[in-house]
T-cell receptor, first 114, second 109 residues
Framework: DTAVSQTPKYLVTQMGNDKSIKCEQN?????MYWYKQDSKKFLKIMFS???????INETVPNRFSPKSPDKAHLNLHINSLELGDSAVYFC?????????????FGSGTRLTVV | GENVEQHPSTLSVQEGDSAVIKCTYS??????FPWYKQELGKGPQLIID?????GEKKDQRIAVTLNKTAKHFSLHITETQPEDSAVYFC????????FGSGTQLTVLP
């Protein structure tokens, strides 16, 4: 199936731990994104990569570090997890200029920090 | 940067009735306005979009209108069905996509 796939779907971890979320797309897109959706459903962009190069880095704590080994993958590593990091994290992808061509979203990773 | 406001935050309609969700945006340079539907436990899915050179677009029971002068756009769903129940997001795009705060639509059978 052509899609944006994220793993894991659920992640429960303790405060202070380090965790990673992986994202892969097989749509041939060259731009990938990470969004955070809080408990009120608000979607906020965190990062955007185009051809492995960081192009958008919103005000996000530097405990969050994205890594793009190639244009089909964008992983998110989070250090020293805090309670406020609990949210659903969505990966998305698009073609270049994708803001005008629509994004394809993954199904999300629900992160719970206890 | 772009700011997108969306209303209402919740909307309940009877099956068969119409539903309207409204959004306003702030950046006059925005030129692309997609709408996304998010079902429980899933990611947002693009359902319809409109560009700034078009005033209205329709796809079966879904239509979107855009008023560039007033900087607002709306989603219209006619003959609603229970499977239309979901969270709907509007978005506006210039350099990047900025989302509205979402509308929880419930279609009552």
């Amino acid at each position: 199936d052509t899609a944006v796939s994220q793993t894991p779907k659920y992640l429960v971890t303790q405060m202070g731990n380090d965790k990673s979320i992986k994202c892969e797309q097989n749509l041939g897109h060259d731009t990938m994104y990470w969004y955070k959706q809080d408990s009120k459903k608000f979607l906020k962009i965190m990062f955007s990569y185009n051809n492995k190069e960081l192009i958008i880095n919103e005000t996000v704590p530097n405990r969050f570090s994205p890594k793009s080994p190639d244009k089909a993958h964008l992983n998110l590593h989070i250090n020293s997890l805090e309670l406020g990091d609990s949210a659903v994290y969505f990966c998305a992808s698009s073609t270049t200029g994708g803001a005008e061509k629509g994004y394809t979203f993954g199904s999300g990773t629900r992160l719970t920090v206890v | 940067g772009e700011n997108v406001e969306q209303h209402p935050s919740t909307l309940s309609v009877q099956e068969g009735d119409s539903a309207v969700i409204k959004c306003t945006y702030s950046d006059s340079a925005s030129n692309y306005f997609p709408w996304y539907k998010q079902e429980l436990g899933k990611g947002p899915q693009l359902i319809i979009d409109i560009r700034s050179n078009v005033g209205e677009k329709k796809d079966q029971r879904i239509a979107v209108t855009l008023n560039k002068t007033a900087k607002h756009f709306s989603l219209h769903i006619t003959e609603t069905q229970p499977e239309d129940s979901a969270v709907y997001f509007c978005a506006a795009s210039g350099r990047q996509l900025t989302f509205g705060s979402g509308t929880q639509l419930t279609v009552l059978p």
